[in-house]
């Protein structure tokens, strides 16, 4: 199964932008779906994932209350809605898969190709 997200542009600060991340196949309930992004000369930072079975969510603080992730299981997709956007979240966006409800990098298996945001001020 590959991942590919989408989505990305150019948005002005207080914008919003939704990002998709669609999988070639199935995405088993077993999975854990999640967004990361890393921004120019910075470590990939955790944003957000998704139990595939039971929806549980969680958020890195930094977009908490701004972000919000979700699914379309019958087209096993993924999405990150971006409200109230601020500059800081102009970074390259990407979709991975776990099997781990967990916000560390290392334990995501299967990345797709990211998509950028740009944020302007």
Do not use: H
């Amino acid at each position: 199964v590959q991942l590919q997200a989408s989505g990305g542009g150019l948005v002005q600060a207080g914008g919003s932008l939704r990002l998709s991340c669609a999988a070639s196949g199935r995405i088993f309930s077993s999975w854990v779906m999640a967004w990361f992004r890393q921004a120019p000369g910075k470590e990939r930072e955790f944003v957000a994932a998704m139990r595939w079975s039971t929806s549980n969510t969680k958020y890195g603080d930094s977009v908490k209350g701004r972000f919000t992730i979700s699914k379309n299981s019958a087209e096993n997709t993924v999405y990150l809605q971006m409200n109230s956007v601020k500059p800081e979240d102009t970074a390259v966006y990407y979709c991975a898969a776990s099997n781990q409800f967990t916000a560390q990098t290392t334990e995501y298996y299967r990345w797709g190709l990211g998509t950028l945001v740009t944020v302007s001020s």
